[in-house]
Nanobody, 115 residues
Framework: QVQLVESGGGLVQAGGSLRLSCAAS????????MGWYRQAPGKQRELVAIIRSGGITNYADSVKGRFTISRDNAQNTVHLQMNSLKPEDTGVYYC?????????WGQGTQVTVSS
């Protein structure tokens, strides 16, 4: 079992920045990938960004060039730096850890971008 603890959400004006962090309760060195999904009110959960064990990253088209995902294996932590935030980035952001045969989710952290 893995616990994921998210931090860094909050309220920010459009154009501002936030940094989300997700700390895993054990090593993330050999996992398949780890990343962030988000869910806006009335919408389905969608992928934001993931980082694979080899460091390869994938981003949703809507956040490319604005968000950067990174990982710190020593701290078992993944970060999401979000710049140039837009109101449409508002939602609950969930950390995800994927091990192929199972996956784990964090509790979610609210990000609200005001116009």
């Amino acid at each position: 079992q893995v616990q994921l603890v998210e931090s860094g959400g909050g309220l920010v004006q459009a154009g501002g920045s936030l940094r989300l962090s997700c700390a895993a309760s054990r090593s993330i060195f050999s996992i398949n990938y780890m990343g962030w999904y988000r869910q806006a009110p009335g919408k389905q959960r969608e992928l934001v960004a993931i980082i694979r064990s080899g460091g390869i990253t994938n981003y949703a088209d809507s956040v490319k060039g604005r968000f950067t995902i990174s990982r710190d294996n020593a701290q078992n932590t993944v970060h999401l730096q979000m710049n140039s935030l837009k109101p449409e980035d508002t939602g609950v952001y969930y950390c995800n850890l994927n091990e192929l045969v199972r996956e784990y989710w964090g509790q979610g952290t609210q990000v609200t971008v005001s116009s």
